[in-house]
């Protein structure tokens, strides 16, 4: 760990003040020398000294050598330039420069949409990144998508802007909600640096995963963080700020495509009254979900609406997989399949699966957003005219009065209805009252709700745009299924479960810190002050190359689908499996111990 060695996790403010230095005089016919100005920026927070503070003339995201450019001292620097054109202020940091908690020990850039750097912060940076990533068409929509992430932590964040500074005024205490979006920010320029620097595609990448997790995040955070605490919760939610390789890698290969490959779309395998969809990206990811089974007492793992997904590759007849997260029993395993696809009909390891098409109805298909990396989430619609549509992502949405809001921000959900469309206008999507509405599913498309086919054969929603998946925009279509869509659903989450009764009562803890990091720990027979003693916990990640189904759920069902509304997570098999409670996260009185953080 690096507990003092710390990445230079500063807000910048970039004091928009421009001076103008007097012309030289010549006479005659000579054109006047261009008027110097000077550009003065401070860094705010912990004295960054000896980076780069460089005027971006060729949009490169690098402070390059023949660009105007001044060193930070004591957080403070001032760019002489006699450039007339405005420029993106970049500041860059690298192993050469200091804050007052030591050296930096991996490079990274901070920096703001031009004409926006009053104030430059890792949430400005993130906007210019959305930008140049594409992710967002424009400033307006990136500052909608990012305050998005942050609707919800009212209670947490309220009065904040993201061009805030986020410090103190002179002779003022920090709020809490200073001190939170200060921390974050810290944990942001965390992630930047672990991306790296030194190419566009770097910078374009820092905002490939971290808005959908800034909600996850913020719940995580206390107020301030030691050095040491903000090292260990970045270790545990790495995957919350950090694109792996492979999430950059399917984003790559989406852009580059031209055309769908015939494995690409939504597939359904039925036996009895349970019916399984498959849906194939050409990202390269893939996600296998229950989406009805018999009605029954036991709403674990495949009764439960549960899903896997991960990435694949198709060569020849076969079909590779990588699981990310599994929360069911009958979808696929990981590593080699025998696959191969006909049309319509796909066969997977001797078991039919039949495309979902239609000859007739265009709307009959499997369908993405075109950028789901923050907020994954497909809807199927059958051509019996049902839908299925699941959502995959992280947003406060208090919709069961016993929850807490951190629970019912897991929102992994189902929701299951019937569509039509319109009599009056074949472009209206009708959508009927739902039979499943699920585990704090977004209610989109709503209950009714209507849909419009566009130009370009998307659909939107409320909200929501989605593309089909078997045709180019589909093709190119990022679907987010991604180890940051695990760390996002699971980051944070304490579990309980009491056995016993008076004297007898036991109470154990389980907290999943991040996906690779879970402690287990028993409630003591006496209060302590010390800290919480650690156990072996029953698994050690979510990973599930251990074997271990993992399915936590909160449910909100209602109506004909009241029996999934069940708060519970669940580990084992179907044949075998403990449940415990989610629970907010236990005080040191209930819990007997100083809880870990």
């Known amino acids: 760990m690096h507990s003092r060695n710390t990445y230079a996790l500063s807000a910048l403010a970039l004091a928009a003040s421009t001076f103008l230095v007097a012309c030289g005089g010549g006479g005659g016919d000579d054109e006047p020398a261009p008027a110097e100005r000077q550009v003065t920026g401070t860094v705010l927070d912990r004295g960054l000294n000896n980076a780069t503070a460089c005027l971006d ?91 998005s992430f942050l609707v919800g932590t009212a209670g947490q964040v309220g009065g904040i802007q993201l061009y805030d500074n986020y410090q103190a005024a002179e002779g003022t205490t920090a709020t809490a909600a200073q001190q939170k979006m200060l921390a974050l920010g810290q944990l942001l320029t965390r992630g930047f640096a672990e991306v790296g620097s030194g190419s566009r595609a770097a910078f374009e990448a820092y905002s490939a995963v971290a808005p959908g997790s800034l ?68 990202d390269g990811t893939f996600v296998h979900q229950v989406v009805a089974t018999p009605v029954g007492a036991d709403y674990a793992f495949d009764n439960g609406l549960g899903y896997r997904y991960g990435r694949y590759s198709l060569s020849g007849s076969t079909l590779t997989l990588e699981l990310i997260e599994a929360a ?29 098409a239609s000859a007739s109805n265009p709307l009959v298909g499997g369908w993405v957003r ?68 699920f585990n704090g599913n977004l209610s989109v498309p709503s209950n009714p709700g209507v849909a419009h086919v566009q130009s370009d054969g998307s659909i939107s929603l409320s909200g929501l745009r989605l593309v089909k998946l078997g045709s180019t925009l589909g093709a190119q279509a990022v679907t987010g299924f991604s180890e940051a869509t695990r760390s996002r659903i699971w980051s944070g989450r304490y579990f309980s479960l009491t056995t016993g009764t008076g004297a007898g009562q036991t109470v154990q803890y389980l907290y999943v810190k991040g996906p690779g990091t879970v402690v287990a720990f028993d409630r003591p027979a006496a209060v302590s002050t010390a800290a919480c003693v650690a156990k072996a916990a029953p698994f050690s990640n979510i990973d599930p190359s251990d074997g271990i189904l993992k399915h936590f759920v909160i449910g909100t069902g209602t109506g004909a689908a009241a029996a999934y509304a069940q708060r519970r997570m669940v580990y084992g098999t179907p044949a075998s499996f403990v449940t415990m409670v989610p629970t907010a996260r236990p005080t040191d009185a209930t819990a007997r111990c100083v809880v870990p953080f």
């Not at 989406?254 to 009254?273: F, H, L």
């Not at 069911?328 to 997977?348: E, F, I, Q, W």
Request: net charge negative; with cysteine.
């Open 57 to 147: 003339l060729n949009d490169n995201r690098v402070c390059d050598a023949s660009e105007p450019s001044a060193m930070t001292s004591n957080g403070s620097f001032t760019i002489n330039t006699t450039q007339a054109a405005d420029a993106v202020v970049l500041v860059q940091a690298t192993t050469t420069s200091t804050t007052s908690e030591g050296p930096v020990v991996a490079p990274y850039v901070l920096t703001a949409p031009l004409g926006r750097h009053a104030v430059i912060t890792p949430y400005t940076t993130l906007l210019q990144s959305e930008i140049d990533s594409g992710r967002s068409d424009n400033l307006a929509q990136a500052e909608e998508t990012l305050l």
């Open 370 to 437: 075109p950028m789901g990396l923050s907020r994954p989430e497909y809807m199927v619609m059958f051509e019996d005219g049902t839908y299925a549509h699941s959502s995959f992502y992280y947003q406060n949405d208090r919709q069961t009065g016993s929850a807490t809001a951190l629970e019912t921000a897991r929102n992994v959900g189902m929701q299951v209805g019937s569509y039509a469309v319109s009599a009056g206008n074949a472009d209206v999507v009708e959508f009927g009252a739902t039979t499943i509405d």
């Open 215 to 282: 909600q996850q995040l913020l719940y995580q955070i206390p107020t301030t963080l030691t050095p040491e605490q903000r090292e260990s919760l970045f270790l545990a939610t790495r995957d919350s700020l950090v694109p792996s390789a492979a999430t950059l890698a399917g984003a790559a290969k989406a852009k580059a495509a031209t055309a769908a490959q015939p494995i690409e779309g939504a597939w359904v395998r039925t036996d009895g009254t349970t019916r399984e969809v498959f849906l194939f990206g050409g």
């Open 328 to 356: 069911n029993a009958r979808g696929p395993a990981a590593g080699a399949h025998s696959a191969t696809v006909s049309g319509n009909a796909m066969t997977l390891d001797g078991t039919a699966l039949t495309r979902v």
